[in-house]
T-cell receptor, first 113, second 112 residues
Framework: AQTVTQSQPEMSVQEAETVTLSCTYD???????LFWYKQPPSRQMILVIR??????QNATENRFSVNFQKAAKSFSLKISDSQLGDTAMYFC??????????FGQGTELSVKP | EPEVTQTPSHQVTQMGQEVILRCVPI?????FYWYRQILGQKVEFLVS????????KSEIFDDQFSVERPDGSNFTLKIRSTKLEDSAMYFC??????????FGSGTRLTVV
């Protein structure tokens, strides 16, 4: 069975600094997708970034980038130039060809002024 | 940008009552999902729906739950006899495939 683990329940960062959130996963499949979702206090699930396992290049979306290490089954999220609006719960998630998303436990990120 | 719409945003119900949570997925999406998030916990998969039938369900999705796509646009989750532990945020999501999901804004269900 696939699992997703986020080992950092809480993190904090100063505004304008860089922070990295960790995620590891376990699967026997070779083709799959990895996601980071942001959940602000409104509890809406907002897609931050997506990575396809067969692509070696790390995905980047503006200030958000990932470090995808397929052999190590690691998928960390780097947030550069942190902003107050980045304060939220961040969930790492996995999907295979079967379709459903499997989520990690979440990391609560606080950006401090 | 296309959206997944969920109604109501908040529902309060008495224990033992039936509730129906409604979702309008994105029109050209083929896969539909319900997820649940108990306050402070992770998001849990309940059920997936494809081609007018359940394609997968979790252990949580027992006989008190059912899903339906009654009219080709709405996608509903029914909880037959609610329990206190059903209090949670329920998210609907839709996708074209396994590489992109759009979530609705959720329905907060409170069972009293």
């Amino acid at each position: 069975a696939q699992t997703v683990t986020q080992s950092q329940p809480e993190m904090s960062v100063q505004e304008a600094e860089t922070v990295t959130l960790s995620c590891t996963y376990d699967t026997s499949e070779s083709n799959y997708y990895l996601f980071w979702y942001k959940q602000p206090p409104s509890r809406q699930m907002i897609l931050v970034i997506r990575q396809e396992a067969y692509k070696q290049q790390n995905a980047t979306e503006n200030r958000f980038s990932v470090n995808f290490q397929k052999a190590a089954k690691s998928f960390s999220l780097k947030i550069s130039d942190s902003q107050l609006g980045d304060t939220a719960m961040y969930f790492c998630a996995f999907s295979s060809q079967g379709g459903k998303l499997i989520f990690g436990q979440g990391t609560e990120l606080s950006v401090k002024p | 940008e296309p959206e997944v719409t969920q109604t109501p945003s908040h529902q309060v119900t008495q224990m033992g009552q039936e509730v129906i949570l409604r979702c309008v997925p994105i029109s050209n999406h083929l896969y539909f999902y319900w997820y649940r998030q108990i306050l402070g916990q992770k998001v849990e998969f309940l059920v997936s729906f494809y081609n007018n039938e359940i394609s997968e369900k979790s252990e949580i999705f027992d006989d008190q739950f059912s899903v339906e796509r009654p009219d080709g646009s709405n996608f509903t989750l029914k909880i037959r006899s609610t329990k206190l532990e059903d209090s949670a945020m329920y998210f609907c999501a839709s996708s074209e495939g396994p590489d992109g999901y759009t979530f609705g804004s959720g329905t907060r269900l409170t069972v009293v």
